[in-house]
C-alpha cells in the first residue's frame, strides 16, 4: 500500500517559464464562488487565447481521483480526491505544491446497484474554507473541519449516524454552505434532510426531517427571495426554500426526474428561482409569493425540457441563464423570465463565468471561451485540457487570481489568463 502522505505521491510539474504570481487577496473560497452564483468579479483576464491556449503554469498530481472542483483562499489552493478506496482532502500553494493532504473517511465506488458507474469513482464534494478552517463532506458522510494551516481535525462528525442517513447512490457529492456562525448541509436523513451546525464545534442548531424524497447531489445556496432570507436547495424530486434561522420549510416545488438525481444548484433573481434536472426533465422557474401564513407560495413561471441540466451547472448572467442539456444535448442560452431559448449549439460541459466571458469545458476535455451573449454561440479561442486518467472532464472549472484551474482525473492545471 503507498503512502499517501509522502512527498513522492504528489507529481508536481513546473513548467520552465516562472509561474505568474496570481492576486494574493484573490479568493473563491467554495464551490461556485463566495455568492454560489459561479460567476467571478475578476476584471483584466484575456478576451483571447493563443493558438495553442492560455500558458499553463503547472500541473500538481497526487490528489486522487474524483470531480471535486477547487476552492482558493488564503493563498491555498484546496480539493479533494480518491485515494486506495479514502477521500482525501488536499491543500497546494499557489505554485502547486503540496501544503497538506489529510483523510475524510471512505471513498464512493460503484456497488452492484451501480454497475454502470464503474468508472464514476472518487470524490465530488469540494472543500469550503473559512475563517482559518476547511470543511468537507467526504463522499461515506463524514463530515471534518480541517485546520486551513495545518490540516488538523478541529472535529468532525458522521452524519449518517446522527441523522439517521443513507449514503446516496452515488456517494455524499455536497459542497457545504457556511453563512455566519453557521453551517448548512442535507443528510437526507429520517432525522434530518436539511441541517444547521455550530461551524464551531459541529453541534447541531436545528434539523429539518420533513423534506420531500432522498438527499441529492446539489449545494444549498443562500438568497433572500421576494423579501425574504432563505436556503435554496434541491431533493431528489423537489425545489425547496428554508428559513436559515429556524429550519422551518418555507416553499417547495416538485421538480424531479426519473432517476431521482438533482445536481444543479438552484439560481435566485429578483421573487423567482431557477432550477434545472437531467434525464430528459428540463428546466423552470416558479415565482415566489407570500402565501399569508408567514411562508411563501411556489406559482411555476414556466417550464421547459430544454437544458435538462446534468451536474455541469448553469450560471445566470443578466436576463440570460447559460448551461448544457443532458438527453437535449447542446449548450444552451435561455431567456430566464420566460425560458425562451436564444441559442443552442452542439457539445455538454461544465462553465464558469468571468470578466464577460463563459469557460466552457466539454466533457470531452476541450476548454472553450464564450462570449456571453443571446445572440449566437460563439467560441473565439479553446485548447485541450491535457488527459490526466480514466473518466470524463466533469470537475466544474474555476477563474480566479487571474488564473483558470481545471481538474481532470488525479491532476490540477492551472492556466495563466491575465492580460499582460
Not at 91 to 98: K, S, T
Not at 135 to 150: E, K, P, S, V
Not at 218 to 237: C, D, F, H, K, N
Not at 370 to 387: G, N
Amino acid at each position: 500500500m503507498r503512502c499517501v502522505c509522502s512527498m513522492t505521491a504528489l507529481v508536481c510539474l513546473l513548467l520552465a517559464a516562472p509561474a505568474l504570481a496570481a492576486a494574493p487577496d484573490a479568493e473563491w473560497p467554495c464551490f461556485h464562488g463566495p455568492n454560489r452564483d459561479n460567476r467571478s468579479t475578476e476584471t483584466g483576464l484575456l478576451k483571447q487565447w493563443p493558438e495553442n491556449g492560455p500558458e499553463r503554469l503547472w500541473a500538481a498530481g497526487g490528489i486522487g481521483i474524483g470531480y471535486s472542483s477547487v476552492s482558493v483562499a488564503g493563498g491555498r489552493v484546496y480539493t479533494a480526491g480518491s485515494i486506495d478506496n479514502t477521500t482525501f482532502v488536499t491543500a497546494l500553494d499557489l505554485d502547486g505544491r503540496r501544503v497538506w493532504q489529510k483523510p475524510n473517511g471512505r471513498s464512493w465506488k460503484a456497488g452492484r446497484r451501480q454497475r454502470h458507474a464503474v468508472g464514476y469513482a472518487g470524490a465530488r464534494g469540494t472543500p469550503t474554507h473559512d475563517e482559518g478552517r476547511v470543511y468537507h463532506l467526504g463522499d461515506g458522510g463524514r463530515l471534518t473541519a480541517f485546520d486551513a494551516a495545518t490540516g488538523e481535525e478541529a472535529w468532525t462528525l458522521d452524519l449518517l449516524d446522527r441523522f439517521d442517513a443513507e449514503t446516496p447512490e452515488y456517494g455524499y457529492t455536497e459542497s457545504v454552505l457556511i453563512v455566519g456562525d453557521r453551517l448548512f448541509c442535507c443528510p437526507g436523513g429520517t432525522k434530518g434532510h436539511i441541517v444547521c451546525l455550530r461551524k464551531s464545534d459541529g453541534q447541531t442548531v436545528w434539523a429539518n426531517p420533513d423534506i420531500e424524497g432522498t438527499a441529492a447531489f446539489s449545494s444549498l445556496v443562500p438568497a433572500e427571495v421576494a423579501g425574504v432570507r432563505q436556503i435554496l436547495g434541491m431533493s431528489s424530486s423537489h425545489l425547496f426554500g428554508i428559513d436559515p434561522e429556524t429550519g422551518k420549510l418555507l416553499w417547495s416545488a416538485e421538480h424531479g426526474n426519473y432517476r431521482d438525481n438533482n445536481v444543479t444548484d438552484p439560481i435566485p433573481h429578483e421573487d423567482c428561482v431557477f432550477a434545472s434536472s437531467g434525464y430528459g426533465k428540463g428546466s423552470l422557474v416558479v415565482r415566489l409569493q407570500p402565501d399569508g401564513d408567514g411562508g411563501l407560495r411556489a406559482k411555476t413561471a414556466w417550464s421547459s425540457d430544454l437544458m435538462d441540466n446534468h451536474h455541469g451547472g448553469v450560471v445566470r448572467v443578466g436576463d440570460y441563464v447559460y448551461g448544457s442539456g443532458h438527453e437535449a444535448q447542446g449548450w444552451f442560452c435561455l431567456e430566464f423570465m420566460t425560458g425562451k431559448p436564444a441559442w443552442r449549439a452542439p457539445g455538454k460541459g461544465a462553465l464558469t463565468f468571468a470578466d464577460g466571458m463563459l469557460y466552457c469545458l466539454d466533457e470531452k476535455g476541450t476548454m472553450a471561451l464564450v462570449k456571453t451573449t443571446p445572440d449566437a454561440y460563439e467560441a473565439v479561442s479553446s485548447f485541450r485540457v491535457p488527459k490526466a486518467g480514466e473518466g470524463l472532464y466533469w470537475a466544474h472549472p474555476v477563474v480566479c487570481g487571474g488564473r483558470l484551474y481545471v481538474r481532470h482525473a488525479d491532476r490540477l492545471f492551472a492556466y495563466a489568463i491575465g492580460a499582460k
